[in-house]
């Protein structure tokens, strides 16, 4: 029902005119519209921010399963490069709830575990963003499995240092993105998380009984029972039976024995920071627990000059070696047979009579040489300096052969002067008549020194053979060697060869 806005007549909602005053009746059917388009308006608002709320959650899921698969990798590249045993086991997982992952992992050359589900000769890794920390080497484990309580979570590894001992739980953390071993490690054994329950064994042969883990802690500690005075009430009474006191009126409750089941509880109150172990002493805690043993010195050999070191910690033992000296030589100083260090410098070579007193070795200025090391100091037109020295094979008239020769072709003079410098004091050499050299043609031989003549050979031909020469050429500064065709002219050149030619000084 509406009323007449003029005379406040009752109307009904369809009357368009007042039966009282004849008043026009209108309608808010546009602001009723209005209305419905706000809440249209809102509804498809509200259905926008759901939507994009949605989409962002599903983008987030993406993205972190995207980030965690690539931390897994990057995890498995880290302990990857630090061994190169396999992985054989791979925990995973946020263990300390900060949001960045970690993993405990165990790598063992046998990818194979034996009939107790250990693996041989393995090594126990933590590993995470800084790289993979060893934790236990070369020992027999297995994995038992995670334990996830509402503040961290835990990794249980049954590990035993030998084949003939039994296995023990080794529990760890990460604290402050760092290894923590719990101070149950070795104590308990077989110790997993069995639904909401952690279950372990005190021994090998005792049955499981049940482990209260209390968030991030490391001590384990008997509850025990407790009691404690309260006032007396109705409600009580229906709980526990209690007595009345006549001196003092106050309620008491009767303590019954009952029985109770045993729980062990990891306690909040310390968790371990173990320093690294020492040469000298074990990974210790600042409550004084300690873990493992002493690493023990580790010494690199003593040297000449310095005694064993200990690489971890550098104590040193003992004293330095010393140099070694081998005896100094004609060519070297005497050196250190240890370390290869020199001192002092070579002897060097001491001759008598053209030898070394020391080491034998003849004297090189004592060793004869061939014309071809002397300087040419003159010849016949430029065919001595062309041809004289040859250093080739060729044979003489008898089928001889020589590897070098000094050629002189009389045609029908030929001469060469060598400069001797006042170095050699004698002279050796022999003369042939090469297989080239015509049977009709005959030649003169003559050697000066410093113009005085030394050596003369008349009629020399290719029959003559060879003939040996020794001459003092001591403290003479010029040698000459002079070959004449004698033969009619016009008859072939007579071709000698000087050989095996030696100047000694």
């Known amino acids: 029902m509406s009323r007449c806005p003029k005379c406040n007549k009752r109307l009904s909602d369809s009357a368009k005119f007042c039966s009282s005053c004849g008043e026009t009746i209108t309608r808010n059917e546009e ?50 490069e630090s061994t190169s ?97 719990t101070e149950i490690s070795g104590e308990y054994h077989d110790v997993h998380q069995q639904g909401t329950v952690v279950l372990g064994k005190e021994n090998p042969e005792s049955d499981f009984e049940e482990l209260e883990f209390a968030g991030v802690s490391d001590v384990f500690a008997e509850t025990e029972p407790q009691s404690e005075e309260k006032t007396h009430s109705k409600e009580d009474e229906k709980e526990e039976p209690y007595t009345q006191e006549k001196t003092t009126g106050k309620w008491k409750p009767v303590i019954t024995q009952k029985p109770t089941t045993t729980k062990k509880q990891v306690i909040s109150n310390h968790t371990h920071r173990f320093s690294k172990a020492t040469c000298t002493s074990p990974a210790t805690c600042s409550c004084g627990k300690t873990s493992g043993a002493s690493l023990g010195h ?51 070579h001491y001759y008598v009579n053209n030898k070394c007193s020391r080491c034998g070795k ?17 010849c016949k037109s430029d065919y001595v300096s062309r041809y004289a020295y040859k250093n080739e094979t060729v044979k003489d008239s008898f089928g001889n052969t020589y590897d070098e020769y000094y050629y002189f072709p009389a045609w029908p003079n030929m001469y060469a002067i060598y400069n001797l410098n006042y170095e050699y004091t004698m002279l050796k050499l022999e003369i042939v008549a090469l297989d080239s050299m015509d049977s009709n043609a005959v030649a003169t031989i003559e050697i000066y020194v410093d113009g005085v003549l030394k050596f003369s050979k008349d009629g020399f031909t290719r029959t003559t053979g060879k003939i040996p020469v020794k001459i003092n050429v001591k403290n003479a500064e010029k040698l000459e060697i002079r070959v004449k065709q004698t033969s009619k002219a016009g008859d072939p050149n007579a071709r000698v060869a000087i050989v095996n030619t030696q100047l000694t000084k």
């Open 31 to 80: 602001g009723n519209s209005r209305k419905s388009h706000k809440v249209i308006i809102v509804l498809l608002s509200a259905l926008l921010i759901v939507a994009i709320v949605l989409v962002s959650l599903f983008a987030f899921q993406n993205w972190k399963l995207k980030n965690d698969l690539q931390s897994h990798d990057k995890l498995i590249a880290s302990l990857e």
């Open 85 to 181: 045993k396999p992985i054989v086991e791979f925990a995973y997982e946020d263990y300390d709830k900060d949001g960045t992952y970690e993993a405990y992992a165990i790598t063992s050359e046998s990818t194979t575990a034996d009939e107790e589900s250990y693996y041989p000769e393995s090594d126990v890794w933590y590993v995470n963003v800084d790289g993979a920390q060893l934790i236990k080497e070369n020992v027999y484990s297995k994995s038992n499995g995670t334990i996830k309580t509402e503040q961290c979570i835990y990794i249980s590894l049954e590990i035993k240092l030998d084949i003939n001992q039994s296995g023990a739980s080794y529990i760890y953390t990460v604290v402050e993105n760092e290894n923590t071993e």
């Open 298 to 348: 580790s010494f690199s050999q003593a040297t000449c000059t310095s005694p064993k070191a200990c690489n971890r910690c550098g104590i040193t033992s003992g004293t330095s070696l010393g140099h070694k000296f081998s005896s100094a030589t004609c060519t070297s100083a005497k050196k250190c047979s240890r370390c290869g260090k020199t001192s002092g410098s070579a002897l060097g």
């Open 362 to 378: 003849t004297d090189p200025d004592s060793l004869p040489v061939g014309l071809n090391k002397l300087h040419v100091i003159d």
